[in-house]
């Protein structure tokens, strides 16, 4: 495709492509003139515009991989906005899939919006092989990754719980798998994947920083399809078609079905043998498992039902201290129901569930007499539920393009952690906590002429408590464990609000209600047809905290609610930007800078931990060891594009400063959070050697991340009044000196990975070979790091020595892949 | 084939297992950095010596774990603005002090304290003293309480007193009990689930406050308190003191609770001691004894 090629400025042409299925906007198709002397490729959703030149009449042709080409014919001299449906049915050839870009060029229309599709992520690099969507978003510029291989990121500054991650519509909230090593999704059945960063949009609300929407894909109508693949470390296998053989293939109901699993279990049982014994090893797994179903109602309706689960579990079992078992599962769906109304409207309605649990138990026995144990248990419970609706009416009026609407989810908080005697018939209790987050928004794309374009939106929040009480649950003994003589310990944490009775689940000593307006403006001026002005605005509140001891959004982390003392996050950002195509190369350059502020982050205290060794974690509630503060961000992104050709790819710069400042933490100077990182840069390419024999390469470059390490020792003495002189300094035990929190900073991190992709098509299938290398130059780069006691010697003390742990040397991996 | 996919899988698993590495990094943050002076000075209007303790501290990755860290030939002076006082190091006890005569110390006048060494370091800090509030009630108590299989009284005391001065206080005292061996002389350790240190903020001017308990000791119990001991003193003591002393202290307690969890957020030890670390502070004393 080339962009905007040999076109002078003139009669602005624009549109909105659509899945004539399920009226579902659609990303990336081609949209170019009959004579292919320029085109364009819609954006996330499903926009184009570009100028003809006046008194031109030109045929547009559409065109994207799976669906039926249409055309429409355009008059120069009439301005306007084109609405076009393009049926499924029809697959391209391969190399027009290559061909699809991302749609941040000079065309797109919003600034700090990304969008990947399904072939991009598919062809990036993965450790083992494992394509996964939120890593090759790590790739793009303002998105930074916290540690070795982890899937979660930091966009702009923004914490780990700042980004809306929608799956088909429902939020999901621990998108991780194995320990963090990779993320929930399986890449298989993605779609496109969109990363906002800046100039929300006003449908998108309850995060700071960022929305990453998936969308799955919905299914081919014209034939059942199925793939499978085996790497080192997971299976997976999918199967997509049509339900019923309608001879109108547009109203064919479809399905995907898809899961997967991993091996890891599998190969350390292989590597312990020893399963039975006393020291059993611990072992761990993680699946997940998408659905979806798509039933066209007619030629102007149609619904889609869509379904996701996830599992994790990493336990041991140890016969004679008791189990130790974490584990956490997703669970989301969702119902979506569109209907193209009398006149350019479209209604779509939309139902949600999500659910989010985490778990961990560690058991240990007290001997109590021979025979008899008594077993304590910590029982970490956590957990956030979801049921949400959704209504909204996307209509074209003149030059306007209205979207508005209303959402509300109902929320249900499960923070708690309990230690307890494991006896029969025993209940274990949990503290609930019931919310209530809406929004109304509103959002107008005005195309006020041939350069300007501007969009205002308005959203109106609310949140407001709903109820609070406790939950009980049945605790199975297991046989030869009792605990005859000693009281029951269990107890659970207290919130804050919570003094007055809360057992019938109503008693709130206040009830947080916050009504909030959130103002939104993006404007794009286009200079040129192929330099592009783009400027945004955003104000976002946030309602749902995830309280995290170490910012690298480890499992333990807790979701909790507004509440009490904690108060509503609030973030405004401004950003400017600058997009130039320079089609004769195929490029698309993408210059951002970015302003940020940020109020009411939230943190835990200094010396506050939920797991406190020896001690009932129920002695530390969680909400008496959180403090809040401000933040501040800044900085700029470039963005260089090649999109046509047989080499393709993206090459990312990011330059950024964060900051935080809390009355609490630091003596109140402002200081670095954890995930300040001053330079990240990323280049991704693709190459096509021939038909089926492709090259891709990826480089990523971070500086280190600021941690808080001690930097040296001295004698705590403190204030004694006593009539013993010597005493009045007390014994003046050792303390750690800290310095600045996170004042060290880690060691830079870079790695590049190769992989080539062998694909051969035969008559009814298609086979791919992927062998890959991970990290190839070998960089021991830094996973964490740790003080541990080193001996000098018999008669000498220990000294103190600082190890970096290091994961992930070079790696190779190779997968096998079927497509029937 | 199915032997094949398992070596496959136990070398995968071996070379994952290889894939992680320990290097020892030295960085110069915790190596080469310059040790600082460490400065500990309280002075009150009811002590009778002005005490100061200096030392220095030690970079983290020093292997010389033992070596001393002491300060001894240090110079350091008090000074209220119009007079001044140097404090001399006293080997017996480890500290510079001098008489509180050379300096009197009285609420709401604001000291400087100066340190300097031979070497050329040199730390600063100044102090406001507080002034003294009274204590309005200590009430003794006693509770059974389970150790392990054994039922036992214990004995504990609470300080109660208004905020009248300013929001930071700490409960501090001594138990001097009689035995039949002697006098025996203990620190009354203020516990709750904040700090050991008897510390406490108020949250409102006037508000009535409560120390933390207090533990004295315990007896089985079917023991009476005086079936051990023949009598005893109880000193308490209300210190009214400023915030700085509050922070440092929180944070010297905090430290220390949380040292080697590894879950535990880290507790920075605020300073007020420019050009070092440490803690110049002042307070007030309330004293109340109690004869049993």
Redesign the interface.
């Known amino acids: 495709m080339v962009a905007l090629a040999h076109m002078g400025v003139g009669q602005p042409t624009s549109g909105r492509v659509f899945d004539a299925l399920t009226l579902l906007p659609l990303p990336g198709v081609n949209v170019y003139t009959d004579d292919r002397r320029a085109g364009t490729i819609t954006d996330a959703n499903g926009t184009f515009r570009f100028d003809l030149l006046s008194a031109d009449s030109v045929l547009l042709r559409f065109s994207l991989v799976g669906y039926e080409p249409a055309a429409r014919w355009v008059i120069g001299t009439t301005p306007g906005q084109l609405t076009v449906l393009l049926k499924a049915g029809t697959t391209l050839q391969e190399l027009t899939v290559r061909a699809k870009r991302l749609p941040t060029d000079s065309a797109a229309t919003r600034l700090s919006a990304l969008t990947l599709s399904a072939a991009q992520i598919n062809q990036t690099p993965a450790l083992l092989g494992e394509k996964d969507v939120l890593k090759a978003l790590q790739l793009l510029p303002g998105v930074q990754k916290p540690t070795e291989n982890n899937p979660g990121f930091y966009v702009r500054g923004g914490g780990p719980d700042q980004n809306l991650m929608l799956l088909d519509g429902a939020q999901i909230y621990n998108p991780n798998h194995l320990l963090g090593f990779f993320s929930a999704f399986n890449s298989s059945v993605i779609e496109t994947a969109t990363l906002i960063k800046g100039g929300f949009p006003a449908r998108f609300g309850g995060r700071l920083s960022s929305v990453v929407e998936l969308q799955t894909q919905t299914g081919s109508a014209d034939s059942l399809r199925a793939e499978a693949s085996v790497g ?1 470390l997971a299976a997976r296998a999918k199967l997509a078609g049509p339900l019923g053989r309608r001879a109108n293939i547009a109203q064919r109901p479809t399905f995907v079905v898809a899961a997967r699993r991993s ?1 890891l279990d ?3 049982r ?2 312990n043998p020893s399963y039975d014994a006393d020291n059993a090893p611990t072992q761990t797994f993680f699946s997940d498992a998408n659905a979806s179903l798509n039933v066209p109602l007619g030629p102007r309706q149609s619904v889609r039902l869509s379904a996701y689960t996830s599992r994790d579990e990493y336990f041991s079992i140890q016969r004679q201290a008791g189990d130790a078992r974490l584990g956490w599962q997703n669970q989301a769906a969702s119902l979506r129901w569109q209907q193209a109304l009398s006149g350019q409207q479209v209604a779509t309605a939309l139902v949600t569930f999500s659910q989010y649990q985490l778990n961990i138990e560690n058991q240990q026995d007290i001997p109590l007499r021979v025979g008899l144990a008594n077993r304590l248990a910590l029982r970490y419970q956590s957990s956030i539920r979801d049921i949400g609706a959704q209504y909204e009416i996307r209509q074209q009026a003149g030059a306007h393009e209205l979207r508005y609407g209303g959402q509300s989810t109902y929320h249900r908080f499960i923070p708690s952690a309990v230690v307890q005697n494991v006896a029969a018939r025993q209940t274990a209790t949990s503290r609930f906590i019931d919310a209530l987050e809406s929004g109304l928004y509103v959002d107008d794309t005005w195309a006020m002429n041939p350069r300007w374009r501007l969009t205002g939106g308005l959203r109106l929040s609310q949140y407001v408590t709903i109820g609070q009480g406790l939950l009980t649950r049945r605790i199975e003994t297991p046989p030869g464990v009792m605990a005859p ?1 000693v009281p029951d310990t269990t107890s659970v944490i207290t919130l804050p609000g919570s003094a007055t009775s809360v057992t019938d689940g109503r008693g709130l000593g206040s009830i947080p209600n916050y009504l909030r307006l959130e103002p939104r403006l993006a404007a794009t001026y286009q200079w040129t047809p192929t330099l592009t002005l783009k400027a945004s605005y955003a104000m976002m509140n946030q309602y749902v905290h995830l309280l995290s ?1 170490t910012g690298v959004g480890l499992p333990a982390d807790l979701w909790v609610p507004t509440l009490g003392g904690i108060q509503p996050q609030r973030a405004q950002q401004v950003a400017l930007g600058i997009a130039k195509d320079l089609p004769k190369h195929g490029l698309a350059l993408t210059l951002e800078t970015y302003g940020k502020t940020m109020r009411n982050l939230i943190s ?10 020896g001690r009932p974690a129920s ?1 530390m509630p969680w909400a008496d060891n959180v403090t809040s503060g401000r933040g501040w961000a800044y900085g700029a992104e470039v963005l260089l594009q090649k999109t046509a050709g047989r080499l393709t790819g993206w090459a990312g710069y990011t330059l950024a400063w964060v900051q935080w400042q809390f009355d609490a933490l ?2 109140s100077r402002p200081f670095f959070p954890r995930y300040d990182r001053r330079h990240d840069a990323a280049a991704v390419a693709m190459y096509s050697l021939r038909p089926g024999l492709y090259l891709s390469a990826a480089w990523v470059y971070g500086s280190g991340n600021a941690l ?19 005493q ?2 007390g014994a ?2 050792n ?5 600045e ?1 996170n ?2 900073r880690a ?1 830079d991190y870079h790695r590049l990975d190769l992989s080539i992709q062998f694909r051969k098509a035969r008559k009814r299938l298609e086979r791919t070979w992927e062998v890959g290398a991970y990290n190839v130059y070998n960089r ?1 780069n830094p996973f964490y ?1 740790s ?1 541990e006691g080193e001996s ?1 010697g018999p008669s000498l ?13 070079f ?1 190779p991996s190779v997968n096998y892949s079927l497509k029937f | 084939m199915k032997t094949v996919f398992r070596y496959v899988l136990l070398l995968f698993a071996v070379w994952l297992e290889a894939c992680t590495h320990r290097d020892v990094v030295v960085p110069d943050a915790l190596s080469a950095g310059e040790s600082k002076l460490v400065v500990v000075c309280f002075i009150s209007p009811q002590d009778s010596l002005l005490t100061a303790m200096v030392s220095r501290s030690r970079p983290l990755l020093d292997p010389n774990a033992e070596a001393s860290t002491g300060i001894v030939n240090a110079t350091v002076t008090l000074s209220d603005g119009q007079r001044s006082a140097t404090l001399l190091y006293d080997g017996r006890l480890g500290f510079y002090q001098t008489l509180a005569r050379a300096l009197p110390v009285v609420a709401g006048q604001t000291y400087s304290l100066t340190v300097s060494t031979p070497d050329g370091r040199r730390a600063r800090a100044t102090s406001t003293v507080p002034s003294a509030v009274p204590l309005l009630n200590v009430a003794l108590d006693s509770a059974f309480v389970t150790e392990g299989d054994t039922l036992r009284k214990r004995f504990s005391v609470r300080y109660q007193w208004a905020a009248t001065g300013g929001r930071h206080y700490q409960a501090q005292g001594e138990l001097r009990l009689q035995t039949s061996t002697g006098p025996v002389t203990q620190r009354i350790i203020f516990r709750d689930g904040q700090n050991d240190r008897g510390l406490v903020v108020s949250n409102a001017p006037g508000e009535r406050l409560t120390s933390a308990p207090g533990l004295l000791g315990d007896v089985p119990a079917n023991a009476t308190f005086y079936a051990r001991f023949t009598g005893a003193t109880l000193r308490t003591h209300l210190l009214h003191v400023e915030e700085s002393y509050y922070q440092y202290h929180t944070a010297l307690a905090r430290q220390r609770a949380t040292d080697g969890n590894p879950f535990a957020e880290p507790v920075l030890i605020p300073t007020n001691i420019e050009g070092g670390l440490g803690c110049f502070a002042g307070f007030n004393r309330s004293t109340a004894v109690v004869q049993y």
């Open positions: 080192l091996y599998v190969v350390l292989t590597l003589s001891s835990y205290t200094e010396g506050a931990s939920f797991l406190s060794a002695a630091n003596g808080t390490l001690p930097t040296a020792r001295f004698r705590g003495f403190e204030n004694v009044v006593t009539n013993q002189d010597e009045r300094f003046g035990p303390v750690r000196e800290y310095g929190r004042g060290f060691e021991r790091y003080l000098q003390p220990s000294r103190t020595v600082l190890y970096r742990y290091s994961l992930f040397s790696l």
